[in-house]
């Protein structure tokens, strides 16, 4: 705080989207080198579908019924996995402290590094799915429409998980604890995407979902930054 | 009027004043729900359709309002913890959450009790259900953050932002399902309409929910004079109140 009063020496000024760039560009080449990370999420989807024929029954019709429900709570579930992750590193190496320290606004720069989890995870998700849905018998019709959910709606799970992942970044397990917060807070993107997926299988029109789903990221990505800027602070400095 | 609020925010004021609002409240909420009780169980007529088993609505309808209002208190609690950093604020959210945790319980069980007589099911995905189940696991959510950090008030930020998260999310969460799936009766009580239950059913619901409130006001003085002691208890007055 009192920095702001006595200024100590004239902070180069970079505009906002100079340092948006950056950090994309950082992230994006922390996950470069970081290797196969980012497949993690899309093996665990895969598995998971897997298991269901297994556990329920291979007989397609059956399969069919449950497969938009299903492939959204796989991809739910593997977007949950990966926000456990999220600032961790970050806050081991200390650059969360210099995130906190930037004199642009951090919600910009929770927004960011947002954005990149949502390439690297929610959108291969949403590429995925299609695939995956062959295995579950799903009709090759409604892949249009289960990418444009997934896309639509793993967004907004990103922006959500990350308050999440922000307020239990100190604690040493936060993983289970995580899931606890995020999940109740996660189901009516899942009601409206796996809604559009059935809707669309059923011959109606998957707009009034996609809409609202539309609906919930606009006040995510307008809420979200701020409370996951909030939370950092607190998880940092008590 | 603000010298009042300001001393609401010492811990030493808050628990004198706790201590003397307190009897009133315990002797309020006994009346009421004695009146309430014996008025709802053996005076007030059978429904001509569910026959006695109606009568579950008289711990059913307060307890799931109950539930709803704690977290509003919590949420109201937080956000003057979070603003003006007044510590008693966050001392009543955490009071106030295991409470409002077992109430939505409590609306979850009756309910459950009550549907297999009038739906002939224990469970159904009705809207209102699950928008109470999912609000349950944000009380536990809430609990179990706080619990994580400890038993001192570390997490006490961190538990705020979660349940104004939270507060925002109860009616998406709500409308979401609602669209979702419905099958459970309106509201019994709103503020516009008159009841559809003749008055000598819905007047000692009323008893019975004010007596709820009443209840909850007291445990909640009570428990927070106990916190109040607990986190203070390093401080000169509480030490002198101990010997």
């Known amino acids: ?238 | 009027m603000w010298t009042f609020v300001h001393k609401l925010g010492s811990p030493k004021w808050c628990h004198a004043l706790c201590a003397r609002l307190q009897p009133g409240f315990w002797i309020a909420a006994g009346l009421l729900l004695a009146v309430g009780a014996v008025w709802s169980l053996a005076f007030s007529p059978p429904d001509y359709q569910m026959g006695d088993s109606y009568r579950i609505i008289y711990v059913h309808v307060p307890a799931a309002i109950l539930a709803q209002s704690v977290f509003v208190g919590m949420a109201l609690a937080s956000a003057v913890f979070l603003i003006w950093k007044i510590k008693v604020a966050d001392m009543a959210a955490t009071v106030m959450a295991p409470f409002g945790a077992a109430m939505t319980f409590l609306g979850l069980f009756t309910g459950s009790l009550w549907g297999v007589p009038t739906w002939g099911t224990w469970w159904t995905w009705d809207a209102r259900l699950t928008a109470m189940l999912i609000q349950l696991f944000l009380y536990i959510g809430v609990i179990a953050l706080r619990g994580a950090y400890g038993r001192d008030d570390q997490g006490a930020k961190a538990v705020a932002v979660l349940t104004l998260v939270g507060v925002v999310n109860i009616p998406i969460i709500k409308y979401s399902v609602v669209w979702w799936n419905t099958l459970h009766q309106p509201a019994t009580f709103t503020l516009t309409e008159r009841p559809a239950m003749p008055a000598s059913m819905w007047v000692p619901l009323l008893i019975m929910v004010l007596g709820f409130y009443s209840f909850f006001i007291a445990l909640t003085l009570y428990r927070l004079r106990n916190e109040i002691m607990r986190r203070e208890s390093r401080t000169r007055w509480v030490q002198a109140l101990a010997d």
């Open chain 1, 1 to 238: 705080m009192s920095s702001r009063e006595m200024p100590v020496a004239t902070p180069t000024r970079l505009g906002w989207a100079h340092v948006c760039l950056a950090q994309l560009r950082r992230e994006l080449a922390l996950a470069r080198r970081r290797g196969g990370d980012w497949l993690n999420p899309l093996l665990f989807l895969a598995l998971v579908v897997v298991l269901f024929p297994l556990g329920i029954s291979p007989q397609p019709a059956r399969l069919a019924d449950v497969a938009p429900g299903l492939l959204w709570v796989a991809a739910l579930l593997a977007m949950l996995l990966s926000l456990d992750a999220l600032f961790r590193t970050d806050h081991a190496d200390g650059t969360l402290e210099q995130m906190l320290l930037a004199p642009q606004p951090l919600p910009l720069l929770c927004l960011t590094k947002v954005v990149v989890h949502w390439l690297l995870t929610g959108v291969p998700l949403a590429l995925c799915a299609p695939w995956l849905g062959v295995l579950l018998s799903l009709p090759a019709g409604a892949a249009p429409v289960l990418i444009g959910s997934l896309l639509l709606g793993s967004a907004t799970l990103s922006l959500i998980g990350a308050i999440g992942a922000a307020l239990t970044v100190g604690l040493p397990r936060g993983g289970i604890l995580l899931s606890l917060l995020i999940l109740p807070l996660y189901i009516p993107v899942l009601i409206f995407g796996a809604g559009a997926v059935q809707t669309a299988l059923a011959g109606g029109s998957a707009a009034p979902a996609m809409a609202l789903l539309g609906a919930m990221l606009a006040l995510a990505v307008a809420g979200a930054p701020f409370a996951i800027a909030g939370a950092l602070r607190i998880s940092v400095n008590g």
